[in-house]
């Protein structure tokens, strides 16, 4: 059965082994996360804070923390729940007709939300009350990392048609009133964002809801890509095995019943102030710019209630084992929505929206002895124009047909697969001047930089060399060439200077390197460590694919331009050097890592 509260989650994880408390007071401000990182690190158990400095409320964290937990919370729901995501028909139909889809039946009485005629006795607090957690030492103040953003429709009100997400919520800080304002982050192509255009354009505010705690598939249905026709609301009462319980206050907001805290708020049209710096999960700090302004009503919390919390930075992180339960519930799916897709993966390795794997069926001239890619490039346009998946920047995807063991998760074989089998003449295929993540600063402005399509299909190309060429050099402004994996190499650059001399470095090398053979080698990245960047394929993938805009930084040995396509007969380069526009990356206080030391029993 579905457990009714996070406290009863929390005791169940206890009872079981996967949930050690920490009863000493501890500080929010970077104590409380890097305890909680240097525990994740160690794949350790969930944590619970019994006295956070400064707040009446305790505090948990890294529920999510492995995979394991993350299936042993939903271990009584999940067959039934991966069953109703797979449904391609009106998920919601069926939920009704429980009787056309056999197994479906209990999952139906415990999906469909409930309204309750009688509001809980939530009692009323402040928002400087609340756990000030801060994770990063750049941070712009403390955060709410594991929210759930509720919003409706203005034009089809109710709960079958809200949105529950994801977005981070800056507490204090900036610009804001203490306890009177809060800040609300979110990225573009969010159902929060229809949201808030609707109400923009009727001059209206936006009333918003800000969940926190409650039963774990909360926190999971706030970030589940769901099929059309499936609430995130109706998700988790399936998932929890209990149904999603609400009220409305007497202001009109909407209230999770079974939620341990509710912020309620208005987000009037216009009106923005600073948000961040915040560490996000691409490794990196996202910056101060302007986002909506919630102006708040309430701060409600139930009896004994926990402070539900995780920490954002470079994967993995406990984020990452949320996504690989999202793929263990919906990996499935999204296939059946894209004709010809067979497989589909976000790299968590590599900050998830900046490099996608996908393997399709290439069955376009089956006639002729020599494939090359053409029906996996009309399923790259389907990927990048979907939904989350538009943010992505680089595309690598492969045909079925060559491989049937192909694994989009085995990183390594995935690349060299690709890079093999690529004609780098004819078989990239860029989007400039187009949208990118939120949180990525490689482009020419925020939300704004290009995208590359790395399509390969048909025989092997070339043998991918395992060392370094007979005879290979480097120029005078160039050190420490490595072999990542075969075919990759790594080599280090001076520091970036600009667009101009990077071209003048890359002509440089297209000089040096006349001549000599360089078959095997298919992608060479230019870094500002190749001994890390070479270090694992995590490394590598992160550095890549996280410091590079491809218009801008990818180039090649013999490139051309020819009918609008750009192409190169030798390998390709990609510019993965920290440049002037980057954000800065996340580094641990090592103060603080000092002072976390006394709990140095959790990390073992």
């Not at 406990?318 to 996504?323: A, K, V």
């Not at 870094?527 to 394929?537: E, L, N, R």
Request: charged share 20%; proline share 6%.
């Amino acid at each position: 059965m579905g457990y009714k509260s996070l406290a009863e989650c929390v005791a169940d994880l206890e009872k079981h082994g996967h949930l050690i408390r920490i009863k000493e007071e501890v500080d929010p401000y970077l104590e409380m996360a890097a305890i909680h990182l240097r525990v994740y690190e160690e794949q350790g158990p969930a944590l619970f804070f019994e006295k956070v400095k400064g707040s009446p409320f305790p505090a948990v964290s890294n529920l999510f923390g492995t995979l394991e937990r993350a299936k042993f919370m939903f271990r009584d729901s999940l067959d039934k729940v991966e069953q109703l995501v797979g449904l391609r028909s009106d998920p919601i139909k069926v939920l009704k007709n429980p009787l056309k889809l056999p197994g479906i039946g209990f999952t139906a009485l415990t999906a469909l939300p409930l309204k309750q005629t009688f509001k809980s006795t939530f009692s009323k607090t402040t928002i400087s009350a609340l756990p000030q957690i801060v994770n990063w030492p750049m941070d712009g103040g403390p955060f709410i990392t594991m929210p759930q953003v509720y919003t409706e429709d203005i034009d089809k009100p109710g709960i079958m048609n809200a949105n529950l997400g994801m977005y981070r919520i800056q507490l204090a800080g900036n610009e804001y009133i203490k306890d009177k304002e809060i800040g609300l982050h979110y990225q573009i192509h969010r159902g929060i964002g229809v949201h808030q255009s609707k109400a923009n354009a009727k001059g209206q505010p936006l009333k918003v809801s800000i969940f926190v705690g409650g039963p774990p598939s909360h926190p999971l249905a706030a970030v589940m890509p769901l099929p059309e026709g499936l609430s995130e609301m109706t998700f988790a009462g399936a998932l929890g095995n209990r149904r999603f319980r609400y009220f409305y206050d007497e202001e009109g907001f909407c209230i999770s019943a079974d939620a341990d805290f509710v912020i309620t708020g208005t987000v009037y049209p216009q009106e923005n102030k600073p948000e961040g710096p915040f560490g996000d999960h691409l490794g990196y700090y996202s910056l101060t710019h302007p986002f909506p302004l919630m102006k708040v009503h309430n701060v409600y919390h139930r009896k004994d209630a926990i402070w539900s919390f995780t920490v954002v930075g470079r994967p993995p992180q406990e984020d990452t084992s949320f996504g690989a339960l999202i793929h263990e519930i919906a990996g499935s799916a999204l296939p059946k929505e894209i004709h010809g897709l067979k497989e589909l993966n976000a790299v968590d390795a590599a900050g998830v929206h900046p490099l996608l794997f996908a393997i399709g069926s290439e069955r376009y001239t089956p006639f002729l002895k020599e494939r090359r890619p053409q029906e996996i490039l009309t399923i790259a346009n389907h990927i990048l124009g979907k939904n989350q998946l538009s943010l992505a920047k680089y595309l690598f995807i492969a045909a079925r047909e060559d491989d049937e063991t192909l694994d989009t998760h085995d990183i390594s074989a995935f690349m060299q697969h690709v890079l093999s089998r690529m004609d780098f003449r004819t078989d990239l295929h860029f989007h400039t001047n187009t949208t990118i993540d939120t949180l990525d600063y490689s482009g020419d402005g925020l939300n704004s930089g290009s995208k590359v399509v790395f399509a390969a299909a048909g025989e092997k190309r070339r043998t991918l060399s395992a060392g370094l060429p007979e005879g290979f050099s480097l120029p005078a402004s160039f050190k420490d060439a490595r072999v990542a994996i075969p075919g990759v190499l790594t080599i280090q650059g001076l520091p970036y200077e600009s667009q101009d001399q990077a071209n003048l470095e890359v002509q440089s090398l297209n000089q040096h390197w006349k001549g000599q053979n360089l078959d095997g080698i298919a992608l060479i990245v230019l870094c500002d460590d190749s001994t890390f960047a070479a270090a694992t394929i995590n490394n590598l993938v992160w550095i890549t694919f996280t410091r590079s805009n491809p218009a801008s930084d990818i180039h090649g040995i013999g490139a051309f331009t020819e009918h609008k396509h750009w192409g190169c007969t030798g390998p390709v380069i990609i510019d993965a050097r920290k440049k002037p526009h980057h954000a800065p990356e996340l580094i641990k206080d090592s103060e603080v890592e000092k002072k976390i030391e006394r709990f140095s029993g959790l990390f073992k």
